[in-house]
């Protein structure tokens, strides 16, 4: 599969899906790590992609999202920004009803 191809996929696969430096248990920049608490004190389930681990990735998604820098959050199929922008949105309130939204309209019965 193509890069691109996997990376649109991943985006419309994961409703919630944050590209970045290592896990959300152990991210290896501080941007990344910033990004992990936010999402993580957002209190919803979110996927990851761990960019180092995926140099392919790395190497095309900021091409694709003409977007240069990690970490990334996309939001149904649309980037939301990075680290600055997250954390911004998160102090002012404006991202946790985001999430929350999100994680509602895809949440499975089963949950």
């Known amino acids: 599969m193509e890069t691109v191809e ?15 430096k290592g896990s959300p248990k152990l991210p290896s920049c501080g ?3 910033q990004v992990a608490q936010v999402m993580i004190n957002c209190g919803e389930q979110f996927a990851f992609v ?8 790395r190497a095309e998604l900021p091409k694709y999202a003409n977007w240069p820098t990690f970490p990334q959050l996309w939001i149904e199929g649309e980037l939301i920004g990075g680290c600055d922008i997250i ?10 009803p985001m999430i929350k939204a999100t994680a509602d309209k895809f949440r499975t019965e089963a949950e």
């Open 50 to 57: 761990d960019i180092l681990q995926h140099p392919d990735i």
């Open 87 to 96: 954390t911004d949105m998160f102090q002012k309130g404006e991202l946790q």
């Open 6 to 20: 996997k990376i649109k996929q991943q985006i419309s696969e994961n409703p919630i899906i944050v590209y970045m």
């Open 31 to 33: 941007f990344s790590s």
